[in-house]
C-alpha cells in the first residue's frame, strides 16, 4: 500500500521538524506533511539530546511520474548508527539501489552527499551517474530519470558534523543482463547467474555491499545450480525484481543431485530480497514416488547471518525452503504456496540449525507449513498464516534411532485455517535423546483436525509400529492462549510413550471448540503428564 505524502514543499530538514526552544516534535507540521503512518513513525522517534543520538537517520524516499502522481513513498528509519559518516552513507546506499531498480538513466547530487557518492562512485557501474553538480550544501539529492522521477529525501540530523575520513558502505550493483542471463523463460541462464556470483564473490570492498539484480518483467530459467563461498564482501544482496522458473521435466536431474535445484553453501551475509517469484514448477514430479522428487527449491546449508524477504515462492517438487546447518537466519515477508493436493511440499523445514527466525509470512502448501527437525536450538516463528497444509511441526524426530537434540522453540501468533494439524509434535519410538523447552503461544485455530497433538509414537502406518522401550524425552513444552474450533472430535491429543512418558507439559487458557454446530470436543492422553492453569477447553486429561 502507498503511503501518499502530503508535501507543499520538496526539501526539509530534521530541524525544521521540531521546536528548538523545547526540543519537542512539531506535531502539527509533521501532520500537515506526511501521511498518518509516516507521521505517527516521526513523532514516535526520540529528538537527539546526546552525541550518540546524534548519529541516528532516517531517509524519506517520494517517486513520483512526469505528472506528478506518486508511485512509491515511505519513511526509513536507520538508528544504533554508531559512525557519523554512515548517517548519510546508509541512506544513500538505499536510494542508489532504488534508483537501479527502477532503471534511472542519471542522477543529480546536491550537497554534502557529493562526497558520499564519490566514495561509493568508486567501486561501481555508474552508468546512471551521469550529472554530479555541486550546489548550495544541504542534506539531499535526486535521482533524475525519463519516465520517472525520484525525490530522495535525506533527513539527517546535524548533517554539517559529518565526518568524511571514514569510507564505509560502498556498493556495487551487478545485473545479471550483463553476464548473459536471457529473460525469455526458455533459454537456460544458469551459467550466466553464475558468472555473475562468481564475479561479486571475486571482488573485495571494505566495508562493501555486493548486489545482484534479477530485472522485473523477465523470466529466466535455471538448471540445477550452486552458488559457493568463499566470497570477499561482508554482505551480498541478491534482489530478485522478476520470475525464476525450474525446469519441468525431471529428466533434466538426470546424473545431478535430484536433492537440489537452488543452493547457497557456506555464504555468509547473503540477503536475497525483493518482490520477485521463484517458481520450481513441480507439476512434473508430483505424479511419481515421493523418493524420486528432488527434496528442495531453495537450500541454505552451512550460511550464516543471512536472509530471506519479501519474495514468493510456489509449486516445489517438495520442501521450499530448506535451512541446514546454518546460525542466525531470517525468512520475513515471504509467501510460499502449492496445491493442497501436492505430496510433501513442505514450505520450509529447519534442520541442525539454531538462531532461526520465521515472521511475518503466508503459508499454503501439500504438508507442512513449517517443519523443525533434530539438532535445533533457538527457533522462533511468528505472525505467520498457515493454511493449506499440515501445520507447524516439531519432528518427525529420532526415525533412524539417532540421538536427537532439539530446545528453545517458540511459535507465536500463527493463524491455521483448515490444515490437518495446528501445533504438532512428532517422534519415532526408536529415537533417543531429548525435546525441550518449546512454548505454542496466541494460536488460532479455525476448523483445524487436530489443533493440539502430541504422537511420540509415530510411524509410517498409524497404530501399525510395535511399542518399545526407547523412546525421545519430551518435556517442559507450554501452550498458551490458543482458541479456535477443531473439525474433529478430539482436539486435544497428547499420545506419549508408556516407556519414556512427556513431563512438564502446561496448558493455560485455553479454549477450543467445534466447527459443527451442535458437536463436542474432547482431550485425550496416553501417558502425558502436567498442569493446566486457567480456563482450558475441552477438560484436561492429565
Not at 548486489?211 to 538448471?223: G, K, S
Not at 525450474?246 to 525483493?274: N, R
Not at 547471518?305 to 520442501?319: A, P
Not at 505467520?384 to 524426530?397: A, E, F, M, R, T
Request: hydrophobic share 40%; glycine share 8%; net charge positive.
Amino acid at each position: 500500500m502507498v503511503c501518499t505524502p502530503r508535501l507543499n514543499q520538496d526539501i526539509m530538514l530534521v530541524k525544521d521538524l521540531f521546536v528548538q526552544d523545547t526540543k519537542q516534535w512539531n506535531v502539527t507540521l509533521i501532520r500537515e506533511i506526511f501521511c498518518d503512518a509516516d507521521a505517527l513513525r516521526i513523532i514516535n522517534i526520540l529528538i537527539p539530546r546526546t552525541e550518540i543520538e546524534d548519529t541516528m537517520a532516517w531517509s524519506g524516499i517520494v517517486v513520483r511520474k512526469e505528472d506528478g502522481i506518486v508511485v512509491k513513498a515511505g519513511v526509513i528509519t536507520n538508528s544504533n548508527i554508531t559512525d557519523p559518516f554512515l548517517v548519510e552513507a546508509i541512506p544513500c546506499k538505499e536510494a542508489m539501489a532504488l534508483a537501479v531498480s527502477l532503471r534511472v538513466h542519471s542522477l543529480e547530487v546536491e550537497g554534502d552527499l557529493k562526497s558520499v557518492i564519490k566514495r561509493m562512485k568508486a567501486t561501481t557501474d555508474d552508468s546512471f551517474l551521469k550529472a554530479l553538480t555541486t550546489r548550495k550544501p544541504s542534506c539531499f539529492f535526486a535521482f533524475a530519470c525519463h519516465f520517472f522521477c525520484l525525490l530522495v529525501l535525506i533527513l539527517c540530523l546535524y548533517c554539517s558534523n559529518i565526518v568524511y575520513n571514514v569510507v564505509a558502505m560502498k556498493s556495487e550493483i551487478v545485473d545479471i543482463s550483463d553476464f548473459g542471463a536471457v529473460g525469455d523463460g526458455t533459454a537456460d541462464s544458469s551459467k550466466a547467474f553464475l558468472k555473475a556470483w562468481n564475479f561479486v564473490c571475486s571482488r573485495e570492498i571494505e566495508n562493501g555491499v555486493r548486489v545482484i539484480f534479477v530485472p522485473e518483467n523477465q523470466t529466466f530459467l535455471l538448471h540445477p545450480v550452486t552458488f559457493n563461498s568463499p566470497c570477499k564482501a561482508k554482505e551480498i544482496k541478491f534482489l530478485i525484481m522478476g520470475r525464476i522458473i525450474s525446469p519441468v521435466s525431471p529428466k533434466t536431474w538426470e546424473g545431478l543431485d535430484q536433492a537440489k535445484w537452488l543452493t547457497f553453501y557456506k555464504v555468509s551475509g547473503l540477503k536475497i530480497k525483493d518482490s520477485g517469484e521463484i517458481d520450481g514448477r513441480g507439476w512434473g514430479w508430483w505424479n511419481q514416488s515421493c523418493r524420486d522428487h528432488p527434496h528442495l527449491a531453495m537450500i541454505f546449508e552451512s550460511c550464516k547471518t543471512s536472509s530471506l524477504g519479501q519474495v514468493r515462492l510456489i509449486n516445489s517438487s517438495q520442501t521450499h525452503v530448506l535451512i541446514r546447518g546454518t546460525d542466525g537466519f531470517i525468512v520475513d515477508h515471504v509467501k510460499i504456496t502449492a496445491p493442497e493436493t501436492s505430496p510433501n511440499t513442505d514450505g520450509i523445514h529447519i534442520i541442525s540449525a539454531s538462531n532461526i527466525f520465521i515472521r511475518n509470512s503466508i503459508i499454503g502448501t501439500g504438508d507442512d507449513c513449517v517443519s523443525i527437525g533434530d539438532h535445533t536450538t533457538n527457533i522462533h516463528i511468528s505472525h505467520v498464516k498457515c493454511g493449506p497444509g499440515h501445520g507447524i511441526s516439531i519432528g518427525s524426530l529420532g526415525r533412524s534411532g539417532n540421538v536427537v537434540q532439539v530446545q528453545n522453540t517458540r511459535v507465536n501468533t500463527v493463524t491455521f485455517k483448515g490444515t490437518t494439524n495446528g501445533a504438532r509434535i512428532k517422534t519415532w519410538q526408536v529415537g533417543k535423546g531429548y525435546f525441550r523447552g518449546v512454548m505454542f503461544e496466541n494460536l488460532f485455530f479455525n476448523s483445524v483436525k487436530n489443533p493440539i497433538i502430541i504422537d511420540q509414537n509415530y510411524c509410517n502406518v498409524r497404530g501399525a509400529c510395535k511399542e518399545l522401550e526407547t523412546g525421545v524425552q519430551i518435556r517442559d513444552v507450554v501452550y498458551r492462549n490458543l482458541w479456535g474450533t477443531s473439525s474433529t472430535e478430539v482436539a486435544i491429543t497428547l499420545n506419549c510413550s508408556r516407556s519414556v512418558s512427556c513431563t512438564g507439559l502446561l496448558l493455560q487458557s485455553i479454549m477450543l471448540k467445534s466447527s459443527i454446530t451442535g458437536k463436542n470436543v474432547r482431550s485425550s492422553c496416553i501417558n502425558a503428564h502436567g498442569a493446566a492453569i486457567g480456563v482450558v477447553q475441552p477438560a484436561p486429561c492429565f
